[in-house]
């Protein structure tokens, strides 16, 4: 099964995927607000998943934001990240696991049982914006027994419709009313290790370029 809260393609299936530039480009404004920047934006493209300002029409000043703080996670410096990317942190639970299939659900458990994970960590983010709007990212560290798996485990979660690991807390923010759409969601594989980033709104309406930035950001954190 896929996870209820995702919407449906045209065939049924779940999505997932990160946000286009479409509909980042609706939130530019509000990030630019944010950043503090109101020099006009710049064109081009960017990489897949990239939310540069060449990609989705944000200030230069918003892109230095972003940038600085994924040079921060690296560190293993969440939340100077944060501070990075002008937000503030109100909670970051984590919890360590050793089964991950418990942990997960579709097609993605289904693998998991299959091939046991070694361990499996995570973490729930509750980030709030200069205007006070709240969202979450949750952050999965699956660290593989071996290595040949992480890419056939990108394969299937970045697949919509496939399930993934659920969030931290998962069945509280359901109930609470957070959910989670697959988007923006990203994943990345780190040797043994795949990092599964994703983000939901909690209250108000934080820009969607601005969470996109912050899944950006998350998934280069250490495990």
Avoid: H
């Avoid at 993605?108 to 200069?130: A, H, I, S, Y």
């Avoid at 496939?162 to 931290?168: D, E, F, H, Q």
């Amino acid at each position: 099964m896929g996870n209820p809260d995702q919407p449906r393609n045209a065939d049924g299936t779940w999505k997932k995927g990160k946000l286009t530039a479409g509909v980042l480009a609706v939130g530019t404004v509000g990030a630019m607000a944010m950043s503090g920047g109101g020099a006009a934006a710049s064109g081009g493209g960017a990489g897949a998943g990239g939310v540069a300002a060449e990609s989705v029409g944000l200030s230069g000043n918003f892109a230095a934001r972003v940038r600085k703080g994924k040079k921060s996670a690296r560190k293993g410096k969440p939340d100077d990240a944060w501070r990075d990317l002008n937000v503030r942190k109100l909670k970051d639970p984590a919890k360590k696991a050793l089964n991950c299939a418990v942990n997960s659900y579709g097609q993605v458990r289904e693998f998991l049982l299959r091939n046991p994970c070694k361990e499996l960590d995570r973490q729930l983010f509750t980030l709030e914006d200069t205007a006070g709007n709240t969202f979450v990212v949750s952050v999965s560290w699956v660290r593989m027994r071996d290595r040949g798996d992480v890419g056939d485990l990108k394969r299937l979660i970045d697949t919509d419709g496939t399930g993934s690991i659920a969030p931290l807390g998962f069945s509280v923010l359901k109930s609470q009313g957070v959910r989670f759409t697959g988007e923006p969601f990203r994943s990345d594989p780190k040797g043994n290790l795949l990092v599964v980033a994703e983000a939901a709104v909690a209250s108000g309406k934080p820009d969607p370029a601005l969470m996109e930035a912050a899944v950006e950001i998350a998934v280069e954190l250490p495990g």
